[in-house]
């Protein structure tokens, strides 16, 4: 069973930056495509970005070219570096296998973008 622990969130200003990492447990984690989910009040949980295990990367259009989704796969590690933040990527972002795994949603990290 999986276990995902987000970290890195917080409150910034529109224009900031932060960066978001996952931990992952399990000794398969480099065959697994990874990604970014993300949830804001109100909305269905949807996909940011996410990597296969060779680094290939995919963004969702309201994000590319402001978000950078990397992992380590010797520590077990997904990130996601957000920069350009606007208010509108206020929400609780998620790490998961791509497709999703919903047995193994985290807590999730809280980003709130607000002057």
């Known amino acids: 069973q999986v276990q995902l622990v987000e970290s890195g969130g917080g409150l910034v200003q529109p224009g900031g930056s932060l960066r978001l990492s996952c931990a992952a447990s399990?000794?398969?984690?480099?065959?697994?495509?990874m990604a970014w989910y993300r949830q804001a009040p109100g909305k269905q949980r949807e996909l940011v970005a996410r990597?296969?295990?060779?680094?290939?990367?995919t963004y969702a259009d309201s994000v590319k070219g402001r978000f950078t989704i990397s992992r380590d796969n010797a520590k077990n590690m997904v990130y996601l570096q957000m920069n350009s933040l606007k208010p509108e990527d206020t929400a609780v972002y998620y790490c998961?296998?791509?497709?999703?795994?919903?047995?193994?949603w985290g807590q999730g990290t809280q980003v709130t973008v607000s002057s």
């Open positions: 399990g000794s398969t984690f480099s065959i697994y495509m």
């Open positions: 998961n296998r791509y497709p999703r795994n919903d047995d193994a």
């Open positions: 990597i296969s295990g060779d680094g290939i990367t």
